[in-house]
């Protein structure tokens, strides 16, 4: 049996996001699934390294498939270029171990999040970046970004209810930087919970703006409110940059 | 009675190109006049620099029209933005001379068009480059460039048939950098015939695949013979950034 290990970009704008629903055509999963499986001839499911939200992007989203096909990898990637949309593209192809499994495995993470700060909006950040015109406090910002960093239990900061699962994640590193009228920031952790890196955004902004006072973060870490955080910002602007593996 | 001049940026992806047609509401100029119209209750009509092809897109077209509304200026603009959709953005509202025409007056534009220069294809660039996979030999197309620019019978580099009026053209400057995966060609000129820039566009990257000989540059220009230039590249890749006046 073969396991092939794909790294995938996508543009998510017209998507319900990367999981498979049911018989939908509107995942990324299911594109997938559906060109791999009329080209090996049976059923193929793909297990992805984790969910992205419904419009969000990946720049480096990695998944694996098991497979009998004898097909050879640049054939494989010639088929999938072709007959996915334009917007799907699977950048590299690599047969891997049998026990390769891309979420179990997966070490970490990067996320990178965009902003569109200016008054008037963008024609052509439109879909990849949230518009947000406030002024920013940015020395602010990037102290908050250090009390974000560490090992903490993130469940105000996320879209999830009080869970027998842990909700406690490591983040290793936050970066923000101006490239032009956009901020462009960055998350590097072992793992992410649901929406967390768009309610870290949206609390970031809100601390920069000032309707957040910075201290909120230890008071939302202590009682995990999630209504104590920010907004969330919008999945538009959202890139899976990379998974990493050991 | 106002003269107003409006700087607008637009991704073209959804249009027809700038010039209205008909009732079509398909058009740049067509979406500007449609709320403009509304918002002074007469019917206006815009001039612009020039047109841009079905597809093109824009960073700085420039129009202008008249109105005897007294409509203060960052409220046109705010109404514009608001009622225009995300793809079509009024950047800059300025009152200028009532004598102010914003072809007649035009000294210059600067084109980009954007080359996608990799084998696998870009999901982000999709829409806003030329997917052309081929190795390219830029010092040779750098040499190209320094033979095109100047004063020059371009017809050959257009899609006009021949014409009384004169298709003599001066081009100030031609730059290709490489930016990443994309090559970003840009052209500096004071007009240009229709699909000029992307018929020169393809011409390069042929010189660069080595399909088209250098040479064939001055035999062009003494033949005017459309088919020896190279293919006509998408409007995709292709943006209007700016018109200059005196």
Not at 75 to 100: C, G, S, W, Y
């Amino acid at each position: 049996m073969r396991n092939i290990k794909l790294t995938i970009e996508y543009d998510g704008g017209r998507y319900l996001g990367w999981q498979r629903l049911g018989d939908s055509d509107k995942t990324i999963q299911g594109k997938i699934e559906n060109v791999l499986s009329q080209l090996t001839g049976t059923d193929v499911e793909i297990v992805g390294s984790g969910r992205t939200d419904a419009g969000a992007h990946a720049r480096g989203q990695v998944a694996n498939f098991k497979t009998e096909s004898d097909i050879e990898l640049p054939a494989m990637q010639e088929t999938l270029i072709r007959n996915l949309p334009q917007d799907i593209i699977v950048k590299k192809i690599e047969e891997v171990p049998e026990r390769f499994h891309s979420r179990y495995n997966a070490s970490g993470k990067q996320y990178s999040y965009y902003v569109w700060n200016e008054t008037i909006p963008s024609a052509f950040e439109r879909n990849y970046s949230f518009h947000y015109p406030e002024q920013l406090d940015l020395e602010k910002m990037q102290a908050a970004c250090q009390k974000l960093i560490g090992t903490h239990d993130f469940i105000g900061f996320s879209a999830l209810k009080k869970t027998k699962k842990s909700t406690v994640k490591t983040i290793n590193n936050i970066t923000i930087e101006k490239e032009g009228s956009l901020l462009h920031f960055t998350f590097v952790g072992e793992g992410f919970l649901h929406k967390m890196v768009r309610v870290i955004t949206g609390t970031l902004l809100e601390i920069g703006a000032g309707t957040i006072e910075l201290d909120s973060i230890d008071e939302i870490f202590e009682s995990g409110i999630r209504s104590d955080a920010g907004i969330t910002v919008p999945a538009q602007g959202l890139f899976l940059d990379e998974v990493y593996y050991d």
